[in-house]
């Protein structure tokens, strides 16, 4: 399993951190958690130099640091008063109470029914909200109880979900979805449009569970060439042999041309998103594809991640190519944009969909002991913070604008949730669009982008419920 390698990158900050001798000769006791969760924040985080309150001398003695750390009523609160703008800048930055259950989340374990959706609202209400679904994860309990793709649900547990009662309907382990219909009337109009309830109702329940990120993997045919497909919804260490085993699949078939499938994707770690790279590619082995550069106090630190060979003395299977098709929205996050901007600086990279989420700064988790790291951590509790440490760019020193990467001119396309398409079929909308251009068929990517929204933009998205971001760009 992949682990976090935080104990180098610490031993080095905690020799430039010294804000003052001696804490534990104070009379006045700080909280042990505030103490961790300060030092940590001042020994790596990324903005470090735009937070007064962790200069290196921001205090004179142990006593004015102590009223500091126990003027803030919770970790939390402490942690948030560090963070540098937090709506515009540093929107990712996390503390959590349970590590074990963040760990997990970043090996691909959470609790979870398996079914990714997002609320709508409804046609012709000023309250009311209609969920679509837009991911059934493999071998979830949702993808058993036969939901699908698509699917409209506009009351849980018999009633109908608002923009008031939608976290108290959803967030419960065990819930019962209503499907329902659209009904459009049989008019052009969408003024008369409603969400009817079908009659069919299916009971979800959340368990740990483990995901492949492997979503599906494909080979098509278009204008006698073939076309590898990938759909690979996050950058998880334990995937890397079975990305390796499906690109070898795709080398042995003569793919020519590639379509990667990130548009749900939250990212990942550095060294799987470099792995990915090197079998899209292979002509670049020993060149730099991504670089991770540091605060002020750690720069001996920054990194270059390279393209490879090998993943563990494992040939990696290449294709050596000089096009890539990569499908995106706003829930491509961290490695995914990182995948994009590290390959956009050797290869040509057509981007369809939408604006990805805007974010390649890299993070890591660090515990509640002498170095930070994950041994000898204070069994008292289990918090631990995951705030960004690194600037991921590429070897162009280009990073991915906080607005997000946008789509490559021509091939914008936003999801219609009712007409999502079925995930790795040729007629799925933004598959399709990949498809007619390697056709070249501009007339077939002028007809699938005529297709009409009818709901608005969403509101509320299941990950909302997640009790910490999926993803991010993890530094391993």
């Known amino acids: 399993m992949k682990k976090i390698k935080a104990l180098a990158l610490i031993l080095a900050a905690l020799v430039l951190t010294s804000c003052f001798e001696d804490r534990d000769d104070n009379t006045v006791q700080a909280s042990s958690i505030n103490d961790f969760v300060w ?60 590590y074990i259950a963040l760990e997990q989340r970043q090996q691909g374990i959470f609790k979870t029914n398996g079914m990714e959706f997002a609320l709508y ?10 969920g679509v679904v837009r991911l059934v994860i493999n071998g979830s309990e949702a993808d058993t109880k036969g939901v699908k793709r698509g699917d409209l649900f506009s009351q849980v547990n018999g009633t109908t979900i608002t923009r008031t009662n939608a976290g108290d309907l959803l967030g419960p382990d065990v819930y019962t979805i209503n499907l329902s219909t659209y009904d459009d009337k049989g008019t052009p109009e969408n003024t008369d449009d409603t969400i009817e ?45 079975g ?49 991770l550069i540091y605060n002020e106090n750690l720069q001996e630190r920054n990194r270059d991640f390279l393209y490879a060979d090998n993943i563990s003395g494992n040939t990696i299977n290449s294709l050596g190519l000089s096009k890539v098709y990569v499908l995106t929205t706003d829930r491509s996050a961290s490695a995914s944009e990182g995948l994009i901007n590290g390959l956009s600086a050797y290869i040509e990279v057509v981007q369809i969909g939408t604006n990805t989420t805007g974010k390649t700064q890299a993070s890591s988790i660090f515990y509640d002991s002498s170095n930070f790291g994950r041994q ?20 162009n020193l280009e990073a991915v604008p906080g607005t997000g990467l946008p789509p490559s001119i021509g091939f914008e396309y936003e999801e219609r949730p009712l007409n999502l398409g079925v995930l790795g079929e040729v007629n799925e909308p933004m598959l399709a669009l990949a498809l007619a251009d390697i056709e070249n068929s501009t007339s077939k990517r002028n007809l699938i982008k005529e297709k009409p929204v009818l709901l608005a933009k969403s509101e509320i998205d299941s990950n909302d419920f997640l009790p910490f971001e999926k993803g991010g760009l993890i530094a391993d």
């Open 39 to 98: 030092k940590a924040m001042n020994a790596v985080y990324l903005y470090k130099s735009e937070i007064p309150n962790l200069a290196n001398d921001r205090f004179t003695n142990n006593a004015e640091y102590a009223e500091y750390l126990n003027s803030f009523s919770s970790p939390e609160a402490l942690f948030e008063s560090l963070i540098f703008q937090r709506q515009t800048v540093d929107r990712f930055s996390i503390i959590v109470d349970d």
């Open 121 to 130: 609202a409804a046609p012709n209400s000023d309250t009311e909200l209609v």
């Open 197 to 241: 309830p079908n009659g069919t109702n299916i009971t979800l329940e959340k368990f740990q569970f483990t995901e492949n990120p492997i979503h599906i993997n494909k080979i098509f045919q278009v204008g006698g060439e073939n076309v590898g497909y990938l759909m690979y919804n996050g950058f998880i260490g334990d995937s890397e042999i």
């Open 243 to 291: 990305l390796n085993t499906v690109f070898g699949d795709f080398k042995s078939s003569n793919v020519q041309h590639l379509v990667i499938d990130l548009r749900y994707n939250p990212g990942g770690f550095v060294s799987t998103m470099t792995f990915l790279a090197s079998m899209v590619t292979g002509q670049f082995t020993g060149q730099v594809f991504e670089k």
């Open 376 to 395: 000898g951590a204070n069994p008292a509790h289990t918090y631990a913070i995951r705030p960004l440490i690194a600037n991921g760019i590429n070897k």
